[in-house]
C-alpha cells in the first residue's frame, strides 16, 4: 500500500522536483500540492494525506503553524520539515509542534525517501547534523512576543501591528520592549535578526 504524500513549498521549482524525485518511489504517492501555508492546512484537511513534506516559511502560514493546527485538530497526518534551514530553534518549535521529521533540502533523495517511509511509521526522522544541537539554546519569546517581533521586522508599523493582532499599541510597545531586552539587541530590527539567526522567529 502506497504512502500518500501532499507537498507544501512556496517555490515551483523545488516543488515540481521533489514530486518528480517521490514520483520514482513506486510505494509513495504525490496526491496534492500546496504553495502556501493556508493551502497546505485545507489540502490536508481535504486529503487527509499520510504524510505532510513542508518548508518552514511561507506565505500564509509557516509549516510549523501548519503542523501545530494539524496537532491541535487531532489529524492523523504526520509531518515532516524540509528547510534549507539548520538552526536548532526551528527544530524545537517543529518537534513541539508536533512534526516527527525535520530534513536539510540538501538530504540525498533516498534519505527523504527513506524518512518519508520511517515517520509514517511513526518513528522520528531529524538530521544528525542538527539533532545534537537542539536543546542547548532556551528560546526566550513568548509566542506572541514572536509575533509582533515577526511583523515589526517586515516593516510593519506598531498601530497596524496592534490592529491586526487586536491589541492596544500600548501592549504591542511593550511586547516589543519585552522581545529587545530579552535578546539583549539595541532595537526592533537587530532583535528580529538574532532571533532569525538562532530560529527563534
Not at 494525506?49 to 501548519?66: A, C, F, Q, R, Y
Not at 517511509?117 to 539554546?137: F, S, Y
Not at 516589543?176 to 530590527?189: Q, V
Amino acid at each position: 500500500m502506497s504512502v500518500r504524500v501532499l507537498i507544501a513549498e512556496d517555490q515551483g521549482m523545488v516543488r515540481g522536483a521533489l514530486a518528480a524525485l517521490l514520483a520514482i518511489e513506486r510505494d509513495l504517492e504525490v496526491i496534492a500540492q500546496a504553495a502556501n501555508g493556508k493551502e497546505a492546512l485545507q489540502l490536508s484537511l481535504q486529503h487527509k494525506p499520510d504524510v505532510l513534506l513542508t518548508d518552514i516559511e511561507m506565505p500564509e502560514m509557516s509549516g510549523i503553524e501548519v503542523a501545530s493546527e494539524l496537532k491541535q485538530r487531532g489529524s492523523s497526518t504526520r509531518v515532516i520539515i524540509l528547510t534549507t534551514f539548520a538552526r536548532p530553534g526551528y527544530l524545537r518549535r517543529a518537534l513541539e509542534a508536533g512534526a516527527l521529521g525535520y530534513l536539510l533540502k540538501d538530504s540525498p533523495a533516498a534519505a527523504l525517501a527513506n524518512a518519508i517511509r520511517r515517520v509514517k511509521g511513526g518513528q522520528r526522522v531529524i538530521d544528525p547534523e542538527l539533532a545534537a544541537d537542539t536543546w542547548t539554546e532556551e528560546d526566550p519569546l513568548s509566542d506572541r512576543e514572536r509575533q509582533v517581533l515577526r511583523l515589526a521586522a517586515e516593516g510593519v508599523t506598531s498601530s497596524d501591528i496592534a490592529s491586526k493582532l487586536r491589541l492596544s499599541e500600548g501592549t504591542v510597545r511593550n511586547y516589543l520592549s519585552e522581545a529587545i531586552s530579552k535578546l539583549g539587541a539595541g532595537n526592533r530590527i537587530e532583535a528580529a535578526r538574532i532571533a532569525r539567526i538562532k530560529g527563534w522567529l
